[in-house]
C-alpha cells in the first residue's frame, strides 16, 4: 500500500515537470540556485551535459543529487543551434511526457549546459530509468549566456524517439 500522499506527490511531479528553472546561469548548491561566483564557475574536471528538461532545474537536481551531502553544480543556460526539443514517445515513471532533443536544421533551441562531477553524472545517469541513451555530440553550435561556446557535450537521448501523432 503507497504511503498517505504519495499518489499526490507523483500527480504534482507530473503536472509540474520540466519544473521551474531560473532564467539565468546559476550554481546549483544543495537543493538552491545561488549565484555564479565572480569570473564564472571553475569548470575543470566536470562534463559538459546538455540539459533541455528536468535536469536544468534545481528542484530535480535536489531529488537526483540528494545522496551527496553537499552538491554543486554550475548550469549555464546556453542556446544550441540545429537541434529542437521535443516530446519523446515515453511517459515516465511518474507520469509526464518528458522531453528529448532532435536535430533540426535552422532550428536554435534555448537549453541549459549542466557540469557535473564524475559522481553527479552517475546519480543523474541512474535516474533516467532505461529511457535514454548517454551519448556523447560533438561538432555542436551551443553558445553559452554570457560569452563562450560549447562544441562537444554529453546528453539523454530517447530511447523512444520523438512522439509522433498522424505522422506528425
Known sequence: MAEPGAADELLRRALSYPYAAPARSYLYRDGEAAELPPGGPELAGRTSLLSYGANAAPEALARKLAPLSEAETPVLRAELGGFDVAYSAHVSLYGAVPA????????????????????QLRLLTAT?????????????????????????????????????????
Open 100 to 119: 528529448t532533443l532532435v536535430e533540426s536544421a535552422g532550428a536554435v533551441a534555448p537549453v541549459s549546459v549542466v557540469f557535473p562531477t564524475a559522481e
Open 128 to 168: 533516467e530509468h532505461g529511457n535514454y541513451d548517454l551519448v556523447e555530440l560533438d561538432g555542436l553550435d551551443c553558445r553559452l549566456e554570457g560569452g563562450g561556446e560549447v562544441v562537444e557535450a554529453m546528453a539523454y537521448l530517447s530511447r523512444r524517439g520523438t512522439l509522433s501523432v498522424d505522422g506528425g
